[in-house]
């Protein structure tokens, strides 16, 4: 501020005494520029600080989970050649079942009506009652609140239940389970190359890794992957899309093939990575139960969606029966809703088996 602005001096002080007024109101100004300066920086340096802690602790939980699975998985013994995994070469994996070939698993996917009703398609024509009626309120409940996609396929049976499996709702990061398959499927050195990345993006849902991995691999790859899956909802070109429970129990049923039944030197390795993914409402409902492979999708914002695909290894009276479990949902942050309704498709799922045990 120019001395000018200070106001009127008092007519009966000297021009000395003026002039020391002036030094010490200007240096006192000084002074307290310097402090409040000093007391922004101090703010600025403990928000950083704050931020540096907050961001070193979520790397922390990420190092954290991507380090149990590469405990628990070693990255070395899978992918590195003349190790037991890798001698499986296109050997089914032992204990699980092929009764059904690949072809009539995707056919029985799309035999399933499209319609928003609970639909039974397979060889069984009607659903055993208690377990129906309570999987149909369920259903019923939350698609009067949400926009709801859901397909379940017997991968023994071919057998399965569906509920407006051909919506259109947001993918989110299921996609990726998918993408990274059909890369360690059908370029298994190149997914090498880029292990440390594909376990992240599987376990942690890293989006920045999904993206280098897009632009390493391109769009060709994934879209040969979802060709065979006879996936035709969406364009494979887009990294995220529109679709609904069909596509992604088909696109899963692709996955069981890869990983259990015609595996390669990757398979081993890969589909350990899906076995407690981020936020799976499936692990979540039935988790305790069994084994399952899974990832999930959710953004709570702009889409609103929360979506889950993946293999459920169940068994029914000492019968191994996996199936393929697709739901997506407009429900965003409602996993308790979604993962008890996981629940209540296990329950007809054993109910349909058991029915046809007897």
Do not use: C
């Not at 009539?104 to 069984?124: E, W």
């Amino acid at each position: 501020m120019s001395e000018s602005l200070k106001g009127k001096h008092e007519a009966d002080k000297d021009v000395t005494e003026e002039k020391g007024k002036r030094r010490l109101s200007k240096r006192g100004k000084t002074v307290a520029v310097v402090v409040a300066a000093a007391v922004a920086l101090a703010a600025v340096f403990a928000g950083s600080q704050l931020y540096l802690q907050q961001q070193a602790q979520a790397s922390d939980r990420v190092s954290s989970r991507v380090g149990e699975l590469m405990s628990a998985n070693s990255l070395d013994s899978a992918l590195n050649p003349g190790t037991p995994a890798t001698q499986q070469g296109t050997d089914a994996v032992e204990g699980q079942p092929t009764a059904k070939d690949y072809q009539s698993l995707i056919d029985a996917a799309n035999s399933a009506p499209s319609t928003g009703s609970l639909q039974v398609f397979g060889a069984s024509q009607s659903l055993p009652l208690a377990s129906e009626l309570t999987l149909n309120a369920k259903l019923k409940s939350i698609s009067s609140h949400y926009e709801l996609s859901v397909m379940m396929v017997d991968l023994t049976t071919g057998e399965g239940i569906s509920f407006n499996p051909d919506a259109r709702i947001y993918s989110a990061s299921a996609i990726k389970g998918p993408y990274v398959a059909s890369i360690n499927k059908l370029n298994p050195s190149g997914a090498k190359a880029h292990a440390s990345t594909i376990e992240r993006v599987i376990t942690v849902s890293d989006n920045e890794g999904y993206d280098s991995l897009r632009r390493s691999f391109g769009d060709s790859t994934f879209g040969t992957y979802a060709h065979d899956a006879n996936v035709t909802a969406f364009d494979p070109v887009h990294w995220y899309v529109y679709t609904g429970a069909r596509d992604f129990a088909k696109l899963w049923i692709e996955n069981y093939d890869y990983f259990y039944v015609h595996p390669n030197e990757n398979s081993e390795w890969a589909r350990g990575l899906y076995s407690d993914t981020l936020n799976s409402v499936i692990h979540q409902g039935v988790g305790s139960r069994y084994s399952v492979d899974s990832k999930a999708g959710w953004f709570a914002g702009e889409y609103n969606v929360l979506n889950d695909a993946g293999i459920v290894f169940s068994e029914v009276n000492g019968e191994s029966h996996p199936y393929v479990l697709a739901i997506f949902s407009s429900a965003a942050d409602q996993y308790d809703l979604l993962a008890d309704l996981v629940q209540s498709v296990d329950d007809v799922h054993t109910d349909m088996v058991a029915s046809e045990q007897r």
